[in-house]
Every structure is written in structure tokens, then in C-alpha cells.
């Protein structure tokens, strides 16, 4: 058996015996006859309006509402404290609430923490 295979060969082995002949190169198109003929009617629009984009409604996002009791003075005068948590979990609010209120008062109380 032959190993040395021509190109010819490999092509018919691998493409089957289909003749493939050489892409045709275009002919130039014939230079236009000088006349004087006037320019055909060019319209011009202008740009279209965007339509205006829907706004896409915002997924739920879970809520709770935490109310605290907060005061400077130990069993003094206290104050109510709400604080919205983006969360389902009344651990992490409670505790985000409960940081935030450190910041400007001493002594805080959870006194609920209630879904949205």
C-alpha cells in the first residue's frame, strides 16, 4: 500500500470526489456613463425616539422592623428606637440594630422585632 499520498488524494479521501473549483473573482462593475441626470430623491429621517424603558419591578426583599428601648441614664428616661432590617433572620436584626443604637446611646433593650 502507498503511504505518500498526493494533495489530490487526501482531498477526494476526505471530501468525497466533488470538484471544487476556485472561488470566481467578481467582475468590476462597468464605470457609469457621464450624464447629466439629477440625483435620485434622498429622504432623510431623523433619529427615532427611545422608547421609554420599563422599569422592572424590584424582587421582594424581606423586612423586619426592630423597635428598641433606648436611654444614656440607667433606668432613666428612654426613648423608642426603630430600626429596619433588610433580613429574614431576627438574630442578624436584632443585633444590627442593637449596634447601631450603641453608637450614640449607652443602654439598649429589644423590645420587638416584627416582620413587614
Do not use: C, W
Not at 488524494?9 to 439629477?38: I, N
Not at 427611545?50 to 440607667?74: D, E, S
Amino acid at each position: 500500500m502507498n503511504t505518500q499520498l498526493t494533495e489530490e488524494e487526501m482531498r477526494r479521501a476526505l471530501f468525497g470526489d466533488a470538484e471544487v473549483s476556485p472561488p470566481a473573482a467578481p467582475e468590476p462593475a462597468p464605470a457609469p456613463a457621464v450624464t447629466k441626470e439629477p440625483d435620485p430623491e434622498v429622504i432623510i429621517e431623523p433619529p427615532a425616539k427611545p422608547v421609554a424603558k420599563k422599569k422592572v419591578a424590584k424582587a421582594f426583599t424581606p423586612r423586619l422592623r426592630v423597635t428598641l428601648r433606648v436611654g444614656n441614664v440607667f433606668e432613666g428616661e428612654t426613648q423608642e428606637f426603630l430600626h429596619e432590617a433588610d433580613t429574614l433572620s431576627t438574630l442578624l436584626a436584632e443585633q444590627e440594630a442593637t449596634k447601631l443604637a450603641r453608637k450614640k446611646f449607652k443602654y439598649v433593650e429589644v423590645v420587638s422585632v416584627k416582620p413587614m
